[in-house]
Antibody, heavy 127, light 106 residues
């Protein structure tokens, strides 16, 4: 059974930084692309970032580009999201979700997946 | 960026009703679309992928159709446990984009 466990959320002041993590088990982590999705209180889902299985390629949503950095440590089965220059608009529950499995996709299907999600970690940006 | 327009944003229906939710993409995305269900306080759950493929374990009353720019999620006979918010997601190109969501009340 796939398990994704986020951690590192909390209260941070505007302009501050925070790093959230996602520990994976039950999958060969190094074979999966991974995603971050966030959900502001009472709002819809927003895709934030993706990283390839190797970690060599990353993608970002327009609202976080230049401020957030996604990375992974395949030796520790862990995904990270470094968030800088945080503002009130970044207040949300941050979910990690699996992406496509290496070698099991083609074309746009390689950008998909999302069949397993973590429980989320709440990031609150407030003074 | 590809915009996903989902409608309606909210609806109320009765047990046994047929429910249809639509997502329109601002440009063609082939069949690179997934549907998710999210109940209050819970994690999103994938229902449909590749526009029409039912996720394992999801009841057969859920179905998806469409290709290109218009997609639908249909619940053939609404059940009380289907009360939730439903989202579409395009994964044809980055940045990935979700629809705005449809809240279904029983």
């Amino acid at each position: 059974e796939v398990q994704l466990l986020e951690s590192g959320g909390g209260l941070v002041q505007p302009g501050g930084s925070l790093r959230v993590s996602c520990a994976a088990s039950g999958i060969i982590f190094s074979r999966y692309a991974m995603n971050w999705v966030r959900q502001a209180p009472g709002k819809g889902l927003e895709w934030v970032s993706a990283i390839s299985a190797s970690g060599g390629t990353t993608f970002y949503g327009d609202s976080v580009k230049g401020r957030f950095t996604v990375s992974r440590d395949n030796s520790k089965n862990t995904l990270f999201l470094q968030m800088n220059s945080l503002g009130a608009g970044d207040t949300a529950v941050y979910y990690c979700a699996t992406g496509s499995r290496l070698g099991y996709c083609s074309g746009g299907s390689c950008l998909g997946g999302f069949d397993s999600w973590g429980q989320g970690t709440l990031v609150t940006v407030s003074s | 960026d590809i915009q996903m327009t989902q409608s309606p944003s909210a609806m109320s229906a009765s047990v046994g009703d047929r429910v249809t939710i639509t997502c329109r993409a601002s440009r063609g995305i082939s069949n690179y679309l997934a549907w998710f269900q999210q109940k209050p306080g819970k994690v999103p759950k994938r229902l449909i992928y590749a526009a029409s493929t039912l996720q394992s374990g999801v009841p057969s009353r859920f179905s998806g159709s469409g290709s290109g720019t218009e997609f639908t999620l249909t619940i053939s006979s609404l059940q009380p446990e289907d009360s939730a918010t439903y989202y579409c997601l395009q994964h044809d190109d980055y940045p990935l984009t979700f629809g705005g969501g449809t809240k279904v009340e029983i």
